[in-house]
């Protein structure tokens, strides 16, 4: 079974940094493609970054550009969120979602999400 | 990267069928055959309804179908159940960015 496992959200001081985790089980991690996709507070879905698997390729929304960072260790099957700067327009439920195959670009398994408020 | 366009709802009565539309641009629906679909329940987690614009993944009743037109995508949902009442996301891959989500429509079973 697919699991996907987020953790290290919370209360962070505007400015301030955050590293979320997410951790994966349940199939061949380092083959698929791994997003962070966010929701705020009662919004919409908003996809913010993305790693390819072999972690050598990185992609970033625009909003997040230069401020947050995503990596991934293959050999703990784990993907995590560096996240600084911090805003309130980041605080969001925080999800990892997997790439279905590397022929479709879509989302087919998610994670229960992290919360992080941005907060003084 | 703009959000695709999407009604904020929609309603329908049980066992009628409801269409959700889902407008972008040439670079994102219009461009590539990468729409996808989403659920989501009040405090659940996203779930894959649609992908590759018409593509169901497996467990997901064929009352559920994508199609495409130009740069507007559509969900339509036939036959309505109590079950279905959630909101609806659209998903477009869109190249360099690469992926853009719609704003969310809810979807109301009157």
């Known amino acids: 079974e697919v699991q996907l496992l987020e953790s290290g959200g919370g209360l962070v001081q505007p400015g301030g940094s955050l590293r979320l985790s997410c951790a994966a089980s349940g199939f061949t991690f380092s083959s698929f493609v791994i997003s962070w996709v966010r929701q705020a507070p009662g919004k919409g879905l908003q996809w913010v970054a993305a790693?390819?698997?072999?972690?050598?390729?990185?992609y970033y929304a625009d909003s997040v550009k230069g401020r947050f960072t995503i990596s991934r260790d293959n050999s703990k099957n784990t993907l995590f969120l560096q996240m600084s700067s911090l805003t309130a327009e980041d605080t969001a439920v925080y999800y990892c979602?997997?790439?279905?195959?590397?022929?479709?670009?879509?989302?087919?398994?998610w994670g229960q999400g992290t919360l992080v408020t941005v907060s003084s | 990267q703009s959000a695709l366009t999407q009604p904020r709802s929609v309603s329908g009565a049980p066992g009628q069928s409801v269409t959700i539309s889902c407008t972008g641009t040439g670079s994102d629906v219009g461009g590539y055959n990468y729409v996808s679909w989403y659920q989501q329940h009040p405090g659940k987690t996203p779930k894959l309804m649609i992908y590759d614009v018409n593509k169901r993944p497996s467990g997901v009743p064929d009352r559920f179908s994508g199609s495409k037109s130009g740069n507007t995508a559509s969900l339509t949902v036939s036959g309505l159940r109590a079950e279905d009442e959630a909101d609806y996301y659209c998903c477009s891959y869109a190249g360099e960015t690469p992926w853009v989500f719609g704003g969310g429509t809810k979807l109301t079973v009157l």
């Open positions: 979602a997997k790439r279905t195959s590397p022929l479709s670009p879509s989302f087919d398994y």
């Open positions: 790693i390819n698997n072999r972690g050598d390729g990185t």
